[in-house]
């Protein structure tokens, strides 16, 4: 059995003795039993006395012992509850009264009905119950618009997040690129799988206040009838363990300083480092997906197979979905197409953007790609301004070296020509690295054409 398997029914044992779920308090004794933790660790979550526990738990194991024929306690719990499974359940589901069992147990705040209710109300009870209750907070997510084919970065997201479970995802690329449309197209396609979905842009939104904001969605749908000052709340990642959460934050570069090297948080929100940190590193059953420019600098660009932790840098499209940019567009050269799309890395915004400004001007790929031309529209100046903006000095100045070079480059040389220490070196290429500002091939270092021809024009 699985830790939600076993509180499920822990909370049937519970209620078949007292006519009561389980409460908070004994929800998170069993699960904090289930995952070796302390009572002290157990009261320090739910900020409440050690003593407190102890007494809670004490009366919880005299339950579960007289239900389960043995001494039940903190060491044995997980085992008595896999033998109760294995020689009981059919007995179990025949004497707990059945109006009761109809729908999957409940161990997190759904109504409480005695024993007594009526026929009728409980037959709609239990009609509801069939159907997996959702709770979704997606009014800052923004709608799809024009999808491009992203099928195989599609496919790998929902095997992360389906199929291996994965807790911290970051998903990151140079501006343009699409990461906000394929993050959209994704929770379109598996947010039913989850009991709760929610988006966050991130801008001017501090720990505490995306903290309180999720928090409050859980609890207020948990406690419907509850106020705020009367229902104590669990700590964020309680809530996480209890139910199956896609939490979306997108724009998290926002949480980062400009003139810095990547992922150093402003003041305010250097508290997402421990959110983050808890999220990998704690057991739970949601996942946070996390998009943006660079990723926080405590995750690590590569990753395992084996960690819950995953990133995908995002790259251009395929030469379909970007020759589709160009004919929406009205370009019919198509014989150019391929070179134009090269040029512009497939990003979608840049194919746009260039494409627009062609048709406007009336002239055709031909022309365009004679002499290796590169068009910089002001929109797309625009967007690439505030990315390099954010960049420290020391990684403008890698850049600039890099611009003036023709053919991509090694460290060794790089070194030579810029006159910077081997350590600043080092450190302003994994930061521009993770802000998708350079590309490397093997030992090699190049920057994109057209992040080239913007530097240059500076």
Known sequence: MNLKEMLKLADGIVFAKTGEHLDDLQAAILRGTLQRETYKHIAKDFDCSESSVRQVGSQLWQILSEELGEDVSKTNFRSAMERFQVSNVSNFAQNVSEQHLTGSFNICGEGRHPPDISNSDNDEKSNSKQTKTLHQDLSEMPELGDFFDRTPSLNTLTTWILQQNCR??????????????????????????FEYAVWYTLDEFPTDKFQSNLTQLFSQSENPDSSPTNHKRLPLIKYLQNHRCLVVLDDVHNLFCSGELAGKYKPKYEEYRSLFKQIKNSSHQSCFLLIGWEPPKELPQLTSENTPIRTLQLTGLDTAAAGEILRDKGLTDIDNCEALIHRYQANPFWLKSVATLIQELGIGATELLIDDTILLPEDLKDILQQQYDRTSELEKQVMSLLATENQPVNFAKLLQNGHISSSDLLNALQSLSRRCLIEKQESLYTLPPVLKQYIKGL
């Open 168 to 193: 911290l995802i970051t998903l990151t690329g140079i501006s343009g690129i699409g990461k906000t449309s394929l993050a959209v197209q994704l929770v379109q396609q598996i947010k039913d799988e």
